[in-house]
């Protein structure tokens, strides 16, 4: 009887040792039949990862078992993955980082026309308090691209201007758009960046020549220049758009999603 016994223990072992080789080949795991089954509602352990609501963006590592938590990862990760269709999801991530440290001043608004659907492309409205430009409004449009942080986003100013940085095409001269850029920067640099071109203009840099000429030979005439094309009034052949603050329409906030607007 002990020989029957122990030849039993045996081939139940190497069954054991069998079924584990065959999981072990699959990827998967085989509890020992001897541990006590997991109670109903047991949290997976600390340190454990996996993919969220199924959209495959990365993968939860080292969470806090609480329930709270756990939701608000699925939460943010859920609209990160609304998002997908506007660009990388690294891009997305480093966007959203930087939209949540924002601390806009007055002088400044950010709307995303889309909401949610499409974070990538937003515009960005101006109004210098100060300087030459004051009483004005100026919008500008974002396009982040899927390379960003290692790229600048894509920026254009959407009305015709007198401004020695900004063309009558609205290309606009800033260093960090351009050679200067560096992974380490943020959206909130560009709007510092954008807001000081109002404030103190660079000659030394322009792209409307004829503009820088005037700021540094002729500041009066300049002066006058500004505030009579602000007015939508022409200079040197061309028209251009009006852009006082009183008669620009910005969006209105039933037509922005709760996370298209920053002020």
């Given at each position: 009887m002990l020989h029957i016994l122990s030849l039993k223990k045996k081939q139940q072992a190497e069954a054991a040792e069998a079924a584990a080789a065959a999981a072990a080949g699959a990827g998967q795991t085989v509890s020992d039949p001897n541990s006590p089954a997991p109670t109903p509602g047991s949290a997976t352990p600390a340190g454990t990862s996996s993919s969220v609501n199924g959209t495959g963006i990365g993968s939860l590592t080292s969470l806090n078992p609480s329930t709270s938590s756990l939701q608000s990862h699925r939460s943010d990760l859920s609209?990160?993955?609304?998002?997908?269709?506007?660009?990388?999801?690294?891009?997305?991530?480093?966007?959203?980082?930087?939209?949540?440290?924002?601390?806009?001043?007055?002088?400044?608004?950010?709307?995303?026309?889309?909401?949610?659907?499409?974070?990538?492309?937003?515009?960005?409205?101006?109004?210098?308090?100060?300087?030459?430009?004051?009483?004005?409004?100026?919008?500008?449009?974002?396009?982040?691209?899927?390379?960003?942080?290692?790229?600048?986003?894509?920026?254009?100013?959407?009305?015709?201007?007198?401004?020695?940085?900004?063309?009558?095409?609205?290309?606009?001269?800033?260093?960090?758009?351009?050679?200067?850029?560096?992974?380490?920067?943020?959206?909130?640099?560009?709007?510092?960046?954008?807001?000081?071109?109002?404030?103190?203009?660079?000659?030394?840099?322009?792209?409307?020549?004829?503009?820088?000429?005037?700021?540094?030979?002729?500041?009066d005439v300049f002066k006058s220049i500004v505030r009579n094309t602000m007015c939508g009034g022409s200079h040197d052949g061309y028209s251009f758009d009006t852009v006082l603050t009183d008669r620009v329409g910005l969006p209105s906030s039933s037509n922005v999603s709760a996370v298209g607007s920053y002020k």
């Open positions: 609209s990160i993955s609304s998002s997908r269709a506007g660009g990388s999801n690294y891009a997305l991530l480093r966007l959203q980082k930087d939209i949540s440290e924002l601390d806009l001043p007055s002088t400044m608004r950010i709307y995303f026309p889309e909401g949610e659907r499409d974070l990538m492309h937003f515009d960005v409205y101006i109004s210098p308090d100060e300087g030459l430009y004051k009483g004005g409004t100026f919008k500008f449009s974002f396009a982040v691209t899927p390379n960003f942080p290692h790229e600048p986003p894509k920026v254009l100013c959407t009305q015709r201007i007198y401004h020695p940085n900004i063309d009558l095409q609205g290309h606009v001269c800033l260093n960090i758009l351009r050679q200067d850029w560096k992974p380490v920067l943020s959206i909130d640099s560009i709007l510092v960046g954008l807001q000081f071109l109002f404030l103190e203009p660079n000659p030394t840099d322009p792209l409307n020549k004829e503009a820088a000429t005037q700021f540094v030979k002729n500041r």
